[in-house]
């Protein structure tokens, strides 16, 4: 199901691409949409998901089934609340934050204003977006995950209608993208109600602050707001950055993050939501044993796919980027800058990855404020690294400048991922099974036999401009199907197994 949704992500930034290029047009409408995006990133995916699952898990576990539904029913009348008046904030502080987390607008009023509306519109997004993953939070519990999963689908068919339909009859086109956004919301919190009516837990609203639940919930919430939203801080300062960067940097940025967003989303997140509510379930049984097992089956399960995507990422960019963005409103020379932005970001795919696995091992025992201060130091590291490196290549106009900004977020991924795997071993929570020598050497070996074909059988990028649609995505396929074969059939002579890969315990 995430497998699905992501696809039809790559088909809505083909259609936003296709039909607006990149322009200051779209750099607003990215703005406009990243700040609702991160709110639900580190409050509704983030903080709440990883508070609310833990607590929600064992009360079923050793709570009684009218318990389980009164936890929701509060719950779900408290964060009501609470959204609401942030939507209503965000939508008359609009012009406030556009000058905050876009600066660089501010030469160009146009710019700003557009930005600024297309916020208010986008802004109860949040709202809804959060309200859906309470009841995927739920759903989850239950191990009903492929509900939750293909819900994402409806923002991208959304954004798609709304490209392709509504912009034409707007008078400013870019605006119906705005629109597009907030009937997702709509839809994709209506999507999941029927699943929960199913399982007899459909939230009926109600507010009670001393609710036992409902403090645990927000107690555990609050260190996790910023503790699970590093690298979406990050990327916020990439885009405040990129603000007083040359027209489009915010936009490139913006596409080249989303196609790192495949195979952290499929891999990544989808790890991190299933082994989430699996960690929760033996914490609270007390098995340490089967508990360090899940997160080393997840390290390892992660890590082979992460790896052969970083590579295939930064050897083919230019090639992707060419065969789904390269149409109509958008250049070669747009190719070229999302090309390198990709590649750069790609290196920091394991770290990013890394951390999606790593950080339930604290969420699912009620640890929120370690990762805190965890992300705290990624994120002093993050600024150290725009001092250090991003902008003296900024300021000495060095070559594809917004690559810079790139780099130190992938470079943060790391330093967070290192610090979580540490304290995870110091606390003796997680112990490594044997056999991670022999998997190094073997994903090695098998890295070195992609790399080298995809190095030999490449055409050049400017090749690749003269072709048709479907002849890149023939060769493109043939490529990425090539070198997924060579990783996988060099995986299986060395020695490695299925079941070496899909054994979850001990």
Known sequence: MTLISRLMGFVRDMVIAISFGATGMTDAFF???????????????GAFAQAFVPVFTEYR???????????ADHVSGALLLVLSLITLFGILA??????????????????????????????????????????????????RFAVPAFTPVFLNLCMIAAALWLAPRMAEPVTALAWGVFAAGVVQLAFQLPALYRIGLMPR??????????????????????GSSVAQLNMLLNTIIASFLVTGSISWLYFSDRFVELPLALFGIALSTVILPKLSKEHATATPDAFSATLDWGLRLGLLIALPATLGLMLLAGPIIATLLQYQSFTAFETRMVAIALAVYAMGLPGFVLVKVLAPGF?????????????????AANMLFYAVIAVPWILFHGPAPHAALAFCTAAASFVNAGLLWRRLRHDKVYRPRPGWVTLAWRVSTALIAMGLLLTWLTPPLAAWEHWSMLHRGLVLAGLIGGAACAYLLSLWLVGLRPRDVLRSTA
């Open 205 to 226: 609203p109600r507010l009670r602050w001393a609710h036992a639940g409902v403090k645990r919930i927000t107690r555990l919430m609050l260190p996790a707001l910023f």
């Open 94 to 143: 609009a012009p406030l934050l556009i000058w905050l987390f876009a600066p660089g607008f501010g030469d160009t009023p146009d710019q700003q204003a557009l930005a600024t509306w297309m916020l208010r519109i986008t802004f109860p997004y949040a709202l809804f977006i959060s309200l859906t993953a309470l009841a995927g939070g739920i759903l989850n519990s239950f191990e």
């Open 61 to 71: 576990n050793r709570r009684s089934p009218a318990e389980l539904r009164d936890l």
């Open 31 to 45: 703005v406009a949409f990243r700040i609702p995006n991160l709110l639900r990133r580190m409050f509704a995916e």
């Open 363 to 379: 969420f699912s025992r009620q640890d929120t404020t370690t990762p805190v201060r965890i992300g705290l130091v990624a994120m």
